[in-house]
């Protein structure tokens, strides 16, 4: 079963520090915003060769994902093995089967968007900033390298892809990281070697059964993503959120917020023999999109007074008033 994240209210006292300087408040057109705002500067070069922006950027690369001597390995080690020990394909098809109905709570975009603040994921060796200043981040950097009208869904991707770890908030279901956060896998068939911290997966129930543990398992060759069930979290959620409440979002959008933590395959190129031609369409988009998710963790917070009304109109463009979450 998903178990309730007694923890929330007891992070560290640097953590909550973190939290009440970019939690500051500062007056803007809508006075429900005072809580994302705040006055520092985000440093908003570009993460790439504006030329070849299909291209890593090596030097900065190194710096992030490091999961074996990062400041917070720690955390993150003590994460992904209880992640791993616990994601099986049983649990997965509750947890879809009882967070996918989405009717705990309705509001809007900007709404979930507040209480996103409040949270810092222990999954994620680079950053203990809250959410919405990654998320701006995020959002910023690709907003410069794709400007204009025509990737105004990918600036607002950007911005809302992680809302959905709004799962772990005591207002929400206050569910442990481990339901909630991390790379994501699909379950039901042979974990990947490629999989962070893959010796910890030993301790799936699911790693040494015969029913699961073939390349293919329960699958079918080519089957397409749609039809894989993979380790629930964030992404998964945010997915049916969009979806589920009729959002205008393209399918390329969609793809990046279901798939945007399936690092096995959109970093390493695992898991192809499930994926089908639209998948691979989609692969593309998830991977620039990736570059901007990680390399846009700048230890600099946004200024928020500037940013935040431009992803506001997005919502509202893209999404109804008021979701079901």
């Known amino acids: 079963m998903p178990i309730a994240n007694g923890k929330h209210q007891n992070d560290s006292d640097s953590k909550k520090r973190k939290h009440d300087e970019v939690a500051e408040s500062h007056q803007v057109g809508d006075h429900r915003s005072n809580e994302l705002l705040d006055s520092k ?83 994620d060796p680079d950053t203990e900033f809250s959410q919405i200043i990654h998320l701006v981040q995020t959002a910023e950097s690709l907003r410069q390298l794709y400007p204009g009208d025509e990737y105004d869904w990918l600036h607002l991707t950007g911005f809302i892809h992680d809302l959905g770890k709004l799962l772990a908030h005591p207002k929400m279901h206050n569910l442990e990281q481990f339901c909630v956060v991390g790379d994501t896998f699909p379950v039901g068939c042979a974990h990947d070697p490629s999989i962070v911290f893959h010796d910890a997966l030993k301790e799936n129930p699911d790693h040494n059964n015969p029913k699961y ?105 893209y999404f109804p008033a008021v979701l079901r979450w």
């Open 213 to 317: 543990n073939s390349k293919f398992g329960i699958y079918r060759e080519h089957c397409g993503l749609d039809n894989v069930h993979m380790s629930f979290g964030h992404d998964e959620y945010m997915y049916q959120v969009c979806v589920q409440n009729g959002s205008t979002l393209p399918p390329e959008a969609l793809a990046i917020i279901r798939y945007h933590s399936f690092y096995p395959w959109h970093n390493k190129g695992a898991y192809d023999h499930l994926c089908n031609e639209k998948d691979r369409k989609m692969l593309d988009w998830v991977q620039k999109f990736q570059r901007h998710d990680l390399y846009s963790k700048l230890p600099e917070t946004p200024d928020l007074n500037k940013t935040l009304p431009y992803y506001k109109k997005l919502m509202e463009k």
């Open 41 to 123: 500067k985000l440093r908003l070069g570009p993460i790439e060769d504006d030329e070849k922006p299909s291209e890593p950027a090596p030097a900065r690369s190194e710096t992030f994902r490091n999961y074996e001597d990062a400041p917070r390995q720690a955390t993150v080690s003590k994460f992904y093995h209880e992640h791993h020990a616990k994601q099986t394909f049983d649990f997965v098809l509750e947890c879809e089967r009882k967070f996918n109905k989405l009717d705990k709570k309705k509001m809007s975009m900007w709404d979930a968007a507040q209480l996103l603040n409040e949270i810092v994921d222990d999954s």
